[in-house]
């Protein structure tokens, strides 16, 4: 049946903060609409501190700020990278978990770690790690890593070409672009306009409450239609 429901892709990069807000929500977009989500990998090209000027360097700090706005009601902490990443193996270990089924584990967790500087994504001997800590097979991920992985982000990243993706995080459905965790409302109600929420076209479904470490429930607001 999923075949025949119409595809959102998610674009990802584990090293981009607003990727990591919508990771699991655009995972969860299914409990909502009768859509499926393909998740793709992107690497987002950065530059270093001594290469970005000086409104870049402006942004790059605001970019962590307002990160952290989004994040606190969800529990979500997020600490600058001390350095640039290449985020090919951990993108890599993305695709080898979503092949065995365990991409929201390995996502939410990578995320996680990686923004609190306790996961380095560009070491294929932590990609191999945390994957064993899912059950998987940590030596079939360095094989994978060596032989087929690289051919399918190869192939992901051409894919994405043909998107016009340029960024992270990055929807794509029934031929419109959605750039930016903030922009997963309007994504939303464009599926509701479709007729594609799986109670009545263009009712809002209200999000699930978020538990606060305190105790204390938020409620994601969402746009109306």
Not at 22 to 28: S, T, V
Not at 30 to 44: I, L, M
Not at 65 to 72: E, S, T
Request: glycine share 8%; proline share 8%.
């Amino acid at each position: 049946m999923n075949q025949t429901l119409p595809v959102v892709k998610m674009y990802s990069d584990f090293k981009s903060p607003y990727a990591a807000l919508a990771f699991e929500p655009g995972l969860d977009l299914p409990e909502k609409y009768n859509v499926t989500v393909a998740w793709r990998p992107f690497q987002v090209r950065q530059r270093g501190a001594g290469e970005r000027s000086t409104y870049s360097e402006y942004k790059y700090q605001y970019s962590f700020i307002d990160v952290r706005r989004w994040g606190r009601p969800r529990g979500m902490q997020f600490e600058p990278p001390i350095r640039i990443y290449d985020s090919a193996p951990a993108l890599i270990g993305g695709l080898f978990a979503a092949k065995h089924g365990v991409l929201r584990e390995y996502g939410c967790e990578v995320f996680r770690r990686f923004f609190i500087r306790d996961f380095e994504i560009d070491q294929a001997d932590a990609v191999a790690g945390k994957l064993a800590e899912l059950g998987l097979s940590a030596d079939a991920f360095r094989d994978y890593l060596a032989g087929a992985g690289v051919a399918d982000l190869e192939a992901a990243r051409l894919e994405s070409m043909g998107d016009k993706v340029f960024g992270a995080p990055f929807f794509t459905f029934d031929g419109e672009h959605f750039w930016g965790y903030d922009r997963m409302p309007l994504l939303e109600r464009r599926m509701r306009e479709k007729g594609y929420a799986k109670d009545a076209p263009g009712v809002i479904i209200p999000p699930k409450p978020i538990i606060r470490p305190d105790g204390t429930v938020y409620v994601r607001p969402v746009a109306t239609a």
